[in-house]
């Protein structure tokens, strides 16, 4: 088990430390973003640790979650696959030097030049429908290798709390649907007149699945995959059940466990354990969510209609999902003092909202919290996937710094009294204003 409690405090360590070392100054850097290295270790040794060894696994982090290229590289150091969706991200998970075996494509609209650079370089492909399936025919026939060729299927077992976050619903966009009427039949004449087809994907959705609607959707991949390996013994060797393992945002725990998901899956697809396939993975949020944070200055506040108000440099930009969203995205907001120390202010109802010129830019509505005031920090927990490393570019705010930190505890060696060094490394410069400007089109 990771130790929360140990997250929490790494988490105010780096707050202070990076108050300390002018990394949130008030007037240059009023808002960043902040990487838990040693976070990201633990979770991935507790991922690894969850499944079992004598099984073949390749953990693939779902890149859209988090596609810094220094975040990719550190789980590649851990072990780790990466799963991309789009040109852009496959670029990332090879700047961060995953190589073709450790990688894995999926997106609902591939382009031919998508297709052909993933078969050339081979890299793992889900198909996502049957029009793919004949282009694929078509760059084969042209010569091009088969090598690790699956179909994402839609098992339409239901969507979860999030509709917009659900993939396994009756008309949902994504796969083959498998319960749409000779869909099934189909399919296994498909992998029938094709022996490289040798993979079944699945991924029911992220965030707001309940663990055992996940499960119901592995165990209709892992039918499936025995169905043709019934005609076809031995052709399916392996099945990619995707991510979607959800995140308790109201806390500082890691519930449900990558050790819970697996339970979960033992119950409703015990033949994913069995030997007979390879398993690929593809978590996101639960990998890395809990190991960033954002924290900005509060720049003013005020009263408005009887209502406190702190205005704050945190918003739709490094947000977008909980500002747009925020009844299905909550987060928790921490207040600490201009040192960058907790906060013991007294309590008081508030508002914590964004630069955002539109009145929905908020953080939080009605929040009581420790009365916030000018240069104190605002926290964001649990925002390391999804937020600050997928920005928006609402009213040209430039994107934040990202800092990774680690923590060392050592000696000073003079008079043999432990000091305690932060340390932090720049994952993403802050985007400067000729940046900003060099992406608004040309003249
Ligand atoms: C988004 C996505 C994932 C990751 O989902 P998480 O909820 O972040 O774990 C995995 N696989 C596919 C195909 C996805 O689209």
Known sequence: MPDHHARRVRRDRAVHAAV???LLDPDETPVAAFVDVT???ETARELRAAWPAELDVLHSFAAKANPLVPVLALL???GLGCEVSSP???AQARAAGFPAGRTVLDSPAKSRRELVDALTSGIALNIDNFEELERVDR????GLPARRLGVRINPQVGIGSIEAMSTAGRTTKFGIALADPGNRDRLLRAYAARPWLRWVHVHVGSQ???????ADGVAEAVAFAQQVNALRPGQVEGVDIGGGLPVDFTGDEDTPTFADHVAV???????LFSGAFRVVTEYGRSILAKNGFIASRVEYTKYTGGRAIALTHAGAQVAARTVFAPDAWPLRVLAYDRHGLPSGAELEVQDVAGPCCFAGDLLARER?????GTEDVVVVPDTGAYYFSSPFQYNSLPMPPVFGFEIADGSDGADGSDTEVVSFRVFRRAETLDELVARSGTL
């Open 20 to 22: 300390s070392q002018g």
């Open 139 to 142: 760059l084969i026939a042209d």
């Open 368 to 372: 009581k919290l420790p009365k916030l």
């Open 76 to 78: 590649l150091e851990h």
């Open 265 to 271: 899956l033992r119950r409703a697809a015990p033949e």
């Open 88 to 90: 852009g991200e496959l």
């Open 208 to 214: 707001g699945i309940p663990l055992e609607l996940n």
């Open 39 to 41: 976070g990201i270790a």
